[in-house]
Protein backbone atom coordinates (compact mmCIF):
# COMPACT_ATOMS: atom_id res chain seq x y z
CA UNK A 1 0.00 0.00 0.00
CA UNK A 2 3.23 2.33 0.53
CA UNK A 3 3.18 2.74 -3.36
CA UNK A 4 0.00 3.19 -3.94
CA UNK A 5 -1.60 6.94 -4.88
CA UNK A 6 -3.47 9.11 -1.36
CA UNK A 7 -6.53 8.59 -3.99
CA UNK A 8 -6.40 4.74 -4.03
CA UNK A 9 -5.30 4.27 -0.73
CA UNK A 10 -8.42 6.72 0.51
CA UNK A 11 -10.61 4.14 -1.59
CA UNK A 12 -9.38 1.25 -0.12
CA UNK A 13 -10.02 2.16 3.66
CA UNK A 14 -13.75 3.46 2.89
CA UNK A 15 -14.15 0.16 1.30
CA UNK A 16 -12.66 -2.00 4.56
CA UNK A 17 -14.99 0.55 6.64
CA UNK A 18 -17.91 0.02 4.55
CA UNK A 19 -17.30 -4.18 5.04
CA UNK A 20 -16.42 -3.71 8.59
CA UNK A 21 -19.80 -1.70 8.72
CA UNK A 22 -21.51 -4.91 7.25
CA UNK A 23 -20.47 -7.49 9.61
CA UNK A 24 -20.80 -5.55 12.25
CA UNK A 25 -24.49 -4.76 11.68
CA UNK A 26 -24.84 -8.42 10.28
CA UNK A 27 -23.58 -9.59 14.03
CA UNK A 28 -25.63 -7.19 15.70
CA UNK A 29 -28.65 -8.54 14.26
CA UNK A 30 -27.90 -11.82 14.51
CA UNK A 31 -27.30 -11.24 18.38
CA UNK A 32 -30.81 -9.64 18.67
CA UNK A 33 -32.57 -12.41 16.63
CA UNK A 34 -31.22 -15.02 18.79
CA UNK A 35 -32.13 -12.79 21.86
CA UNK A 36 -35.55 -12.67 20.39
CA UNK A 37 -35.99 -16.24 20.19
CA UNK A 38 -34.88 -16.97 23.59
CA UNK A 39 -37.28 -14.67 24.93
CA UNK A 40 -40.11 -15.97 22.56
CA UNK A 41 -39.44 -20.01 24.22
CA UNK A 42 -39.65 -18.34 27.49
CA UNK A 43 -43.19 -16.80 26.74
CA UNK A 44 -44.08 -20.16 24.76
CA UNK A 45 -42.92 -22.42 27.94
CA UNK A 46 -44.77 -20.02 30.42
CA UNK A 47 -48.03 -19.63 28.29
CA UNK A 48 -48.22 -23.61 28.31
CA UNK A 49 -47.21 -24.02 31.72
CA UNK A 50 -43.67 -25.54 31.83
CA UNK A 51 -41.99 -21.93 33.43
CA UNK A 52 -43.49 -19.98 36.07
CA UNK A 53 -42.38 -16.37 36.87
CA UNK A 54 -44.14 -13.63 38.35
CA UNK A 55 -45.48 -10.66 36.52
CA UNK A 56 -43.26 -8.53 37.38
CA UNK A 57 -39.96 -10.89 35.77
CA UNK A 58 -42.26 -11.10 32.83
CA UNK A 59 -42.86 -7.22 32.07
CA UNK A 60 -38.79 -6.43 33.10
CA UNK A 61 -37.91 -9.52 30.46
CA UNK A 62 -40.12 -8.07 27.68
CA UNK A 63 -39.23 -4.15 28.31
CA UNK A 64 -35.69 -4.91 28.24
CA UNK A 65 -35.83 -7.05 25.35
CA UNK A 66 -37.99 -4.35 23.85
CA UNK A 67 -34.97 -1.59 24.89
CA UNK A 68 -32.47 -3.77 23.93
CA UNK A 69 -34.04 -4.31 20.06
CA UNK A 70 -34.39 -0.76 19.89
CA UNK A 71 -31.18 0.41 20.69
CA UNK A 72 -28.60 -2.00 18.85
CA UNK A 73 -31.12 -1.64 15.88
CA UNK A 74 -30.70 2.38 16.39
CA UNK A 75 -27.17 2.08 16.39
CA UNK A 76 -26.76 0.24 13.58
CA UNK A 77 -28.96 2.23 11.47
CA UNK A 78 -27.44 5.38 12.89
CA UNK A 79 -23.84 4.36 12.21
CA UNK A 80 -24.42 2.74 8.44
CA UNK A 81 -26.67 5.82 7.47
CA UNK A 82 -24.52 8.49 9.32
CA UNK A 83 -24.25 11.96 7.45
CA UNK A 84 -21.44 14.12 7.10
CA UNK A 85 -23.36 17.05 8.21
Known amino acids: MKNLPAKNIIEIERLQNILERKKYAQLIFVFVGFWMLVVFIILI ?22 V ?15 TNA
Open 45 to 66: FYGTGRLHYSDTILSVLLGTTM
Open 68 to 82: DICAFLGLVIKYLFK
